[in-house]
């Protein structure tokens, strides 16, 4: 397998294929086919961004993935921010369509001309609505599995409110959502809000989730976008207030996709395969029965561990394949799974389990009576994963003072005015593209470019 | 609320949307939004279909959703079949594309082309995999929620065997799963070999599973295919058998789509609303608190019912809205809830329930500390359901032999030759057209217009 570190992207690729989790030979380049694996993983996090939003009472829905050019129409700035990413559907059969279909690049057209038939009165707000579905880009750049594709996995969430400091609110409740989500992931990130001209089509602001990446560049996985009335004014969008006067709703959105995995691939992996949190792991605890005397009684034993394991809720299974221990521990490893058992004679006998750690060369030795304790074991790959992925977040997001150092290849943060001239000239030198600044960092500096008063933002090559 | 009897077709359209099932008012006819309770139905339909393949050791995985024309017309019998029905995609952003995307219609031709790469020895068979997700049809008839609709909610099941006889098994395994499937949803169903004319395109033969729909008319609400090698064929897929021969696999599919869910609302329901099978109820036990005195005793007595029913993994809530008890029953009623739970303050008082079945007038009152109960409830009212379905099923599936009962308004089983022109004279008769011979039936009797030799069919209006 190639190292990570001398050839990320080449790593990357084939850790996808070994570990099975998605197959890129499919006929339609950039359409890939979610294997058995790769689909579990992907539910796994889509069932966490579900549990989260329920507790925060938004209800789950799904649109149709055809919009008519119609629809799309209506936001005239919004439409033209995608009018290059669209696929159109123009025939039905034998038939060329009188109105040609859209497969959704995202879906604010096809719900906001539902919203006026849902939302009447105050009463219905705050209304907050998430899909999780495809999503699907015409994308004439390079693909890549999970972070560059033309049928997109991706969750969406859609809110209107009375006014704006409740979306703003809002903003901050995704935020929260968010923050349980990449908690679970271990991943670490940095709120940007991107600059005006890299803002989603027709939002007032958008603030991004980014993070540093191996291969010397940033991954932007998440974002949740201000809308105010722009939406509401053109899709007309209006509710009766207790007075009696009809007002335009303020909403926002969320959004997180399949990028999801690739962070947790590429930040966590390591030259031996995955590694995955447990919450999103399809197998948390693997047993592996070692071969020898008393195999029945190894694989009886095992089963009774497997049995305690699904009491108390953890995915577990036994690899009775007929391979030898040591292809199985490479494969398990490759997979990411947590915790390997393994049972053999020596464990039958004094009724314990070796333990073996994904992040931890050395092995445990456990009682079967203290198997309630696999949760902390599971704790502790969770927290090596986090700390690894926090020293790495460290390492490649510093803060330079001098554009001497703009050429590191790390995501950078500096002081910068805000205009286009001085990203542009940044990125001239570095091809490191603005990130936006600093969400909720209210620093001032010199401007690196041109001296005058700045903020604290991030530049980074990007994927 | 439109009466069942007079007015089905009215009533089904006026349930889906009083129960809030989906909105049909999207700007594509035919293409409707899933809404939250709706889709929580069939996500847990979906789970069922999940368990019960996953226990068959079926791997699930999600293809795109655009396939080729290339890869569509490998099997020519199969595209001709569909090419009525297929919705295209021609343009990406400003371009032309070199070759024209379906939006799959089912996914065989996407699958198949994958199959070659994945299959490649014995060992790698049987080969069995599904996948949920919507497919798309071109419709020019009349749509009708859930019944006949452009974007479908799908399940489908594709497999590959060494011989016959193991796709033959495997078939009877798709039955099984079926079986466990229908008993859940309390559905009957006659399984019937569609006509050679009638088969999916490109199978060996087609059998589906019909069921007699209040409205006079069967609904197909499932099938399952034989396809021998005859896309084995096409699509070169082969193995490697132990002598080292290179041989074509042998393929079966399985197919359920959101009628499921049309049966169930069509069959169960009544002029209160729906009525849910408690495996697929979102809600399955809804408290409404009695307002009056000691309310806030009566809340808190409901909320230790709630923990202890969620500790037994029910799905249960209670409705605080500020609405009357009387309003309360209605909704859960036609949300179709199983149980209801009234609590006062006589139940308050001497630490008891009254307990309200969908399915009967009468009501239960059962003590506290019997709560343990509540499954066999739940049973009880699945029990209701299943009676009513089977009396209605039996009535409206009926053996003729003359054809002067042919114009009864029901299925009709009779005996016919197997001819077209025989099938064509009935249905020119009788407007019920011919589902196909009753699957596992060995008897024979005259065929009922020319008086040849003739097995036991099926013949029904159908939706």
Known sequence: MENKKDD????????????????????????????????????????????????????????????????????????????????????????????????????????????????????????????????????????????????????????????????ENQMREHLKIWEELSNDLC??????????????????????????????????????????????????????????????????????????????????????????????????????????????KIVNYSSDIINKLSEMNIRCDIDKRDFTPGYKFNDWEMKGVPLRFEIGNKELSDKSITLALRTQKKKIKIKYENLNDVYNYLNAVNNDIRNSSKKFFDDNLIFIDSLDKINEDKMVKLYWCGSRECSDRIESISEKAVLGNVYGDNSSGKCMICGREGKLSVFSRTY
Chains 1, 2 share one sequence.
């Open 187 to 296: 991943i670490d990130y940095s709120l940007n809000t991107r600059p005006d001209w890299d803002k989603f089509p027709g939002a007032v602001y958008s603030v991004a989730f980014d993070t540093p990446m191996p291969g010397y560049r940033s991954l932007q996985v998440g974002t949740v976008h201000e809308y105010g009335k722009n939406f509401a004014k053109n899709y007309d969008i209006k509710y009766l207030d207790e007075n009696g006067n009809l007002n335009y709703v303020n909403q926002t959105t969320f959004g997180l996709s399949e990028r999801l995995l690739a962070a947790v691939i590429g930040i966590h992996g390591d030259d031996r395969g995955l590694i995955l949190p447990y919450k999103i792991a399809p197998v948390q605890v693997i047993i592996v029965p070692i071969p020898g005397e008393n195999y029945d």
């Open 8 to 167: 990320f992207s080449e790593w990357y690729n084939e850790i996808i294929d070994l570990a099975k989790l998605s197959d890129k030979r499919y006929a339609i380049k950039g359409m890939n086919i979610w294997l058995p694996y790769g689909l579990k993983i992907i539910h796994l996090i889509d069932d966490l961004t579900r549990k989260y939003s329920d507790e925060k009472n938004f209800n789950e829905v799904s649109f149709p993935v055809l919009i008519s050019r119609e629809q799309l129409e209506v936001e005239f700035e919004h439409v033209k921010g995608f009018e290059n990413e669209i696929y159109w559907v123009t025939r039905g059969g034998r038939d060329k369509l009188d109105i040609d279909l859209a497969l959704r690049p995202t879906s604010e057209s096809a719900m906001y001309t539902m919203f006026p038939l849902w939302i009447r009165s105050h009463s219905d707000l705050p209304f907050k609505i998430y899909q999780i579905v495809n999503v699907y880009r015409y994308e004439t750049k390079h693909t890549r599995s999970f972070i560059r594709v033309r049928e997109i996995h991706f969750y969406e969430a859609h809110t209107a409110h009375i006014n704006y400091e409740d979306a």
